[in-house]
């Protein structure tokens, strides 16, 4: 059993621990906001929100918001969301469609590429408005694989720069091919570093999620180190976690697996340790006529799930036929709180790749359990916004697995609180966490 650390970056990393603090006090959240959010490329959202021209979504960032639009000149453009009259919030929809942002206060109205177009009574202003100076003001914008990156910065590097091995790493899963099935948002009582960590680590897997042993092998993990502070960590899929007895028979969810793709469990008795190169090699054989194209993948990666952390604050978690985009988001004022997106995506069946009627009938489900193909009446799903106590209730879920983690996270954060807990106390499996707080320490001495 074996944790292989690859380490990307000029720097050794070690174990060195921290002070609680970065947990807990204002001042160190001040500093965040200038020298972390401020300084790095961030996940916004998605490029299928904003297809069309006019098309724009909300990116809200603690104290700040962004609008983001496709332009007329079919650009992704984000800008800081406030009128320039009076400061007032120009767009308070969440997502939509326009043909201009009128301020609701004194409709001062800009037109979709943020030019200032509309100043009622223009003639009022003695002193003359100069219309080009006071259009929406710009942030750098750039897109990646679906993914729609902004940076608050002045002047800062691009976004291939920042992102690094992480484009070439990450370009078979075509993440901008995959659709939203849903879209969540729960209020935490915790910093969101604390959310970051809990998704750095495989430690607690074994005591916290005990479903996980029914599935992947959190053992033999790859843990990789990436410049600017990404991680990532592959995990062996479609098997088991070999510190557990290994069943006679496969377990439940690889039971399910198995037959996603046309074969037996019952093949597999006493061979479960098979399970996962027969995975493997049964989606190369029926990929094509299922309507999915695996010839970018490894062997592994057909099986395997990653998870790849984007400096600061967005966790991918995903797999050639999924994603969950993880990304905790800091409370305006408050160390203490947050709030943890959970949006999910689905790799639909490819209709073109599939051979006749029989083959689209054969594609059924496929390995996530989600229906083939996009069905004919989809929308894209409204965000769902609650409450941890909600979590709690069991009146909303966001999957046993983060439901644990949510349900654990706020006696964390109170804990970090105690006079009775100073520094943080890390091992080697929690490499990862180690690496993200070097990078916070590199920005904000």
Known sequence: MTINIVNHTATDVRIENFSKDRYLETDYMDQEWSKVWHSSWLVAGLQSDVEKPGDYFIFDLGREQILITKTSVDQVQGFYNVCQHRGNRLVTRERGHAVNFRCAYHAWTYDIDGNLSIVPYEERFLSG??????????????????????????????????????????????????????????????????????????????????QHKRMVDCCNDTVRLFDYGHTGVEVPGATINPRFPVPQMPTDIQTVQLQSIGLDPADFKDRVMDVRKAVQDQKRIVGKERGMDYAGFSNDQLSDVWQYNIFPNTILSFTPEHCWILRPRPHPTDPNRCEFDKISLVMFADPELTSGADAIMSAGRHYQGQSAFVPEDYERPARDVFGYDAVIAGDKSMTDTINQDVELLGGVQEGMGSEGFSRVFLNEDEMRIQHFHNRMNQLIP
């Open 129 to 210: 408005i100069n219309c080009e100076e006071r259009g929406l003001k710009k942030v750098h914008t750039e897109c990646w694989n679906g993914f729609v990156f902004v940076c608050l910065a002045e002047d800062p590097i691009s976004l291939a720069e920042f992102l690094g091995p992480l484009i070439e790493k990450l370009s078979p899963y075509r993440f901008d091919k995959m659709t939203v099935v849903e879209d969540q948002t729960v209020d935490l009582n915790c910093n969101w570093k604390a959310v970051v960590d809990n998704f750095s680590e495989l430690y607690h897997v074994d005591f916290l999620h005990p």
